[in-house]
C-alpha cells in the first residue's frame, strides 16, 4: 500500500511539473493533492517570477478561483444538511462583521441579505 501511495504522488508530481514545464504561457502553477481515504498529501509548485522559484507555501492572487471555491464549499454544505441556500448570512456570520454589513439610503438591509444571493453575485435587494 504505501509503495502505491508513493507511486501515486510521484505520477502526479511528474506529470504536473511536465505539463508546468512544457507551457509557454504558464509561469507558475501549484498544485494541492490531499485525501485522508487514501493517505495522499502532495503540495507542489513550479516556475519562477522575476527568477525566483515558485515555492507551495507562497502566496498567490487566484483572482476568480475564489468564487468558484466558495460556491463548490457552499454546495457541499447544502448537501450535508450544514445550510441552506435561503437562510440568511447573519446565522452563519458574526453580528460584528454583520453590523451595518450593506446599507443603502440609510436603512441597513444586513439580515436580508440570503446565501443564494451571495451565490449568484446579487444583494438580494430591490432598487
Known sequence: MKQDKIFTQTKIEYQFRKLARSSKNVRNAYLLVHSDKLGIHLNVAEGKTTGIDAHPQQPNHLASVGKLF?????????????????????????SELMHNLHVYKGIDYSKEIKISHLLKQTSGLNG
Do not use: C, M, N, Q
Open 70 to 94: 466558495a460556491a463548490t464549499v457552499t454546495g457541499i454544505l447544502h448537501e450535508r444538511g450544514l445550510l441552506s441556500f435561503d437562510g440568511e448570512i447573519s446565522k452563519y456570520l458574526d
